[in-house]
Nanobody, 115 residues
Framework: EVQLQASGGGLVQPGGSLRLSCAASGFTFSDYTMSWFRQAPGEGPKWVSSIGKAGGGAIYADSVKGRFTTSRDNAKNSLYLQMDSLKPEDTAVYYC????????RGQGTQVTVSS
């Protein structure tokens, strides 16, 4: 069974940082590109970032470019999202997915940016 569990969210002030993690199981992690999506209240899901199978070639949505960094550790079956210079508009539930398939998401993690 494919499982993706995001963690590391929380409440942070504007300008602060958070590091999200995603634990993957039930498939060969290193065979898949991986992505992050987010969904804010009352809005549809939005793609945030994707990273290649070996950890290279990360790409980002314009809204997070220069502030967020995606990485992965295939030995630990884990995906990460380092979020810096956070803004209130980054508030959302964050999910990790296989490839860019939002339907593959598992448990998300809430990120709230507020003073």
């Amino acid at each position: 069974e494919v499982q993706l569990q995001a963690s590391g969210g929380g409440l942070v002030q504007p300008g602060g940082s958070l590091r999200l993690s995603c634990a993957a199981s039930g498939f060969t992690f290193s065979d898949y590109t991986m992505s992050w999506f987010r969904q804010a209240p009352g809005e549809g899901p939005k793609w945030v970032s994707s990273i290649g199978k070996a950890g290279g070639g990360a790409i980002y949505a314009d809204s997070v470019k220069g502030r967020f960094t995606t990485s992965r550790d295939n030995a630990k079956n884990s995906l990460y999202l380092q979020m810096d210079s956070l803004k209130p508009e980054d508030t959302a539930v964050y999910y990790c997915t296989r490839r860019s398939d939002y339907g593959s998401r598992g448990q998300g993690t809430q990120v709230t940016v507020s003073s």
